[in-house]
Every structure is written in C-alpha cells, then in structure tokens.
Antibody, heavy 121, light 110 residues
C-alpha cells in the first residue's frame, strides 16, 4: 500500500525558513517522480514543484522559484521541500504527491494527508 | 494561467453532470495529460481520471473523461450522495509552466 507522510509544517515568521519532509513507503521510491502541491485556506490546489525519480530534473512554479528547493533522498525514501524567504501568501496545506512515472509526463496518483504551513508575524 | 472551471454544479441522485475545464493551446490543447481529482472536505485529493479519459484501478466507471480542443470534461453518471465534493482538473503545460490546475468545482448532490 502506497503511503506518503508529510511532516515539518508549523508557524514561521515572514522571511523565515522551513523544511518539509515526506516519508514514502509501499512502492519503489526511486522509480517515480514526486511533486509538492499546496492549498491555501479555503482556496484551490496550486502545483508548487516536481522532481524526477533520479532527482536530476526539477521544476518550480513561478511563485516559489528562487525561494523553494525540492530534493529527494532515494536511500531514505524521503522527499523534501526547503522553503526560504517565506511570505504570508505561502500559508497553505502542503501535499506531497507521487507521480505515475519516473519523469513528469503523468498524473499524481497518490497523495499524502498534508502538512500545514502558517506564515505570520 | 489557471484552467477555467465552473465554480459549482449540482444534480439529483441518479442524474448525470458534466464539469468543464477550459485551457489553451499551450496546455489542455497540446497534451493528452489532463487529470481530474476529487477532494472531500478535510481530505487529500484523490485521482479520478488520468491522461484525459483513463480511470485508475478502483475508480467507478460512473466517472468518465473526455477532451475536445482546449476543453476537457469530467462526466459523472448515476450521481450518488458520496460524489458530493470539490473537483479539480489539472494539465501538463510544457517545460516552462509545467503544470496548471483549474480553480475547482463544487459538486452538490441535491
């Protein structure tokens, strides 16, 4: 059974940093691309970032480019999102999602339960 | 830019409804990579349709997807109370934009 468990969310001041983690199990982690998707309170889904199975390929939404870094540790079956220079508008539930292939030409077939990030002074 | 979905749709049990998702020639129109997600309140999204019209294992055949030009559609037939949820479309949009979601559609089963 595929399981994705996010952690690392919390309250942080504007300009601060936070690192999210997503522990994966139930599938061959290194064989699949992974993504982060966020959802601001009461709002819709927003794709944030994606990484290929090998970790060599990464993509970012314009809203986070230069501030967020996606990475993965295939030996630990863990996905990360390093978030720097956080803004109030980054407040959201952040979901980790498995992609259906090693690259990016596929959908997100499994999602974690999410971790809440609140950016506020 | 985000894909365009109606904010809400409704239907009675047993009826069919269709949710549209309008993009551009840079996303929906260029790739057969539209997916649809169902989200119940307080829960994570769930994949319902991928590659425009394919259903993952375990998804009811009451859910179907299609595409015409720059518009994708999700049809739910034989509406049931448990179908009441938010539905989001998503499309691959090339190596620059990468991926875009629709704004979401709230389905109410009357």
């Amino acid at each position: 059974e595929v399981q994705l468990l996010e952690s690392g969310g919390g309250l942080v001041q504007p300009g601060g940093s936070l690192r999210l983690s997503c522990a994966a199990s139930g599938f061959t982690f290194r064989s699949y691309g992974m993504s982060w998707v966020r959802q601001a309170p009461g709002e819709g889904l927003e794709w944030v970032s994606a990484v290929s199975g090998s970790g060599a390929g990464t993509y970012y939404a314009d809203s986070v480019k230069g501030r967020f870094t996606i990475s993965r540790d295939n030996s630990e079956n863990t996905l990360y999102l390093q978030m720097n220079s956080l803004r109030v508008e980054d407040t959201a539930v952040y979901y980790c999602a498995k992609r259906g292939c090693s690259g990016f030409s596929c959908s997100m077939d499994y999602w974690g339960q999410g971790t809440l990030v609140t950016v506020s002074s | 830019s985000a894909l365009t979905q109606p904010a809400s749709v409704s239907g009675s049990p047993g009826q069919s409804i269709t949710i549209s998702c309008t993009g551009t020639s840079s996303d929906v129109g260029s790739y057969n990579l539209v997916s649809w997600y169902q989200q119940h309140p307080g829960e994570a999204p769930k994949l319902m349709i991928y590659e425009g019209s394919k259903r993952p294992s375990g998804i009811s055949n009451r859910f179907s997807g299609s595409k015409s030009g720059n518009t994708a559609s999700l049809t739910i037939s034989g509406l049931q109370a448990e179908d009441e949820a938010d539905y989001y479309c998503c499309s691959y949009a090339g190596s620059t934009t990468f991926e875009v979601f629709g704004g979401g559609t709230k389905l109410t089963v009357l």
